[in-house]
């Protein structure tokens, strides 16, 4: 069972690990990471977490969790954001670029503002800031 007797932490891009080592040992972690090289890494970096070294935008409209937690490339970004309607999640914390639309998940989700991210935050470094944003299904 996951964090607090939910369901699984799925982390998209999840790079080197940097957020999934402080995701709460009690959770259910499952990595998605595109990159061979990081997915192999992240292997014994978080030896408790599954690893899947595939695409997230095709793998996670098919699984199941409660907490999304993504920090990928600002393309992929918006492609998962129009994906999210068809995902099975409690909720989503998504680092975005300041300028990224999110008017099309309208009123069926709360969102708010978790943090600001500087690209110094970021190995590599990335060329922008990012926001980290919680969205959450909204129960009106």
Not at 11 to 26: D, L, S, W
Not at 71 to 100: G, K
Not at 110 to 117: M, R
């Amino acid at each position: 069972h996951g964090a607090h007797g939910h369901g699984p932490f799925e982390t998209a891009g999840a790079g080197a690990g940097t957020v999934a080592i402080h995701v709460p040992r009690c959770a259910e972690l499952v990595l998605v990471e595109l990159d061979e090289y990081l997915a192999l890494r992240l292997v014994h970096i978080v030896p408790r977490a599954t690893v899947l070294n595939c695409d997230a935008l095709e793998i996670l409209p098919t699984l199941t969790f409660d907490v999304l937690l993504s920090n990928l490339p600002t393309t992929v970004t918006r492609q998962l954001i129009s994906l999210l309607e068809d995902m099975s999640f409690r909720t989503a914390v998504i680092a975005v670029p300041p300028a990224t639309d999110l008017d099309a998940l309208g009123n069926r989700y709360d969102l708010s503002l978790v943090a600001e991210l500087s690209p110094e935050d970021f190995q590599p470094r990335q060329p922008e800031k990012s926001l980290l944003i919680r969205i959450q299904r909204s129960h009106r």
